[in-house]
């Protein structure tokens, strides 16, 4: 283990200050050179402890529940820009409250709450979600112009023209994809919602811009909005969740015990892949871990890495070490911030990881410890 986690307890997920101002900065780079808005997509990364440093580089946020508007206007400070695949009446009027955006997936939902946005007391700009048909995604699970697909209004599904309280367009088809996933988007974008456009005054062009990924081509996404946007004149958005904390951070664990079958030695661990990392089952892949080789190395010792819940298949594997695997070795899973913390839960009552920040200073900040409480409180 590294020094700079000697105080960190196990579990836990630390973000790193450095390497979040580092993307910060970047993406307030594209903000500037592209004349565009970026906002951080809640989806992905909500770690509401290190939103005082966000909001040094960006206002706002993307939501997709009631709960992430709210927390936008809590601790974002700022209203939201909000869309759900539908939404839920009995929520409705308070979404209003702390959104400046509302978007709808379908003509039904925007005739549905239509009235409520015009006698809201605040503006709310409305938009709808497109689905442009076209993506290249894989799994198809994270792809949202698959056949059949439910997120978005295909083109043959709308009027000629836009209802009048309509000022935007949004499609999200991109999924940790590279500026030339975009530029391919945007020309079925073009093709099939072209003659919409000047009738709108922004267009959401929705997130899975890793931007902050090293092969990046940070200068092509730049020359694609500029380009689109002096062709348009309009206000464009994009609401990446995984840019903003890639790579920002940890999931520090601990070896407990060291079991072996068959010739396959697991490293059974204070976490869990099920409960902690379920993208790592999910998705499926297979995180770096410190100080490890990541491909089995012939002759190094090889290890499965073993969840502590009762899942049979929450396991992921296999890593080499330079040395034996023994109880008390630390174990640091790289890049753990987004997606991670958004999607832990409570399966088999097992230990939630404590959440902390490493600070630019080199100082820990234990931000929060879960016991009981929050395990018991989720269920009835």
Known sequence: MTDRFGAVPSPCFVLEETRLRKNLELISRV?????????????????????????????????????????????????????????IPAEFNEILGYSSHVVFNSMAQFHQYIGQVKTHPEKISVGLRVNPEFSEVEPLIYNACAPGSRLGIVADQLPNSLPPEVEGLHFHTLCESGADDLE?????????????IPQIKWINMGGGHLMTRKEY??????????????????????????????????????????????????????VSFAAHMPDCLEMPYKPRIEGSHFDPVNGKPTYRMGGNSCLSGDFVGFWSFDNELKTGDRIIFEDMIHYT????????????????????DGGFE??????????????S
């Open 366 to 379: 234990l931000v929060r410890s879960f016991g009981y409480d929050p395990y018991k409180q989720k269920l």
């Open 31 to 87: 903000m500037k050179e592209a004349d565009v808005e970026i906002i951080p997509a809640f989806k992905g990364f909500s770690m509401w402890s290190a939103f005082p440093i966000v909001r040094e580089y960006v206002s706002g946020a993307s939501a997709s529940s009631l709960n992430e508007a709210r927390l936008c206007f809590e601790e974002m400070k700022a209203r939201a820009h909000t869309y759900a695949p539908v939404f």
């Open 184 to 196: 391919k988007t945007l020309a079925a974008f073009e093709k099939n919602f072209g003659k919409y």
């Open 341 to 360: 913390m958004v999607k832990t839960n409570f399966f088999n009552g097992v230990g939630h990881p404590s959440i902390g920040i490493l600070h630019s």
């Open 217 to 270: 081509d940070v200068e092509k996404l730049i020359r694609i909005l500029k380009a689109f946007k002096a062709k348009y004149n309009k206000h464009i958005i994009l609401e990446p969740g995984s840019a903003f904390a890639w790579d920002t951070g940890v999931l520090v664990s601990t070896v407990l015990d060291v079991v072996e079958n068959k010739g396959i030695k697991t490293a059974m661990l204070d």
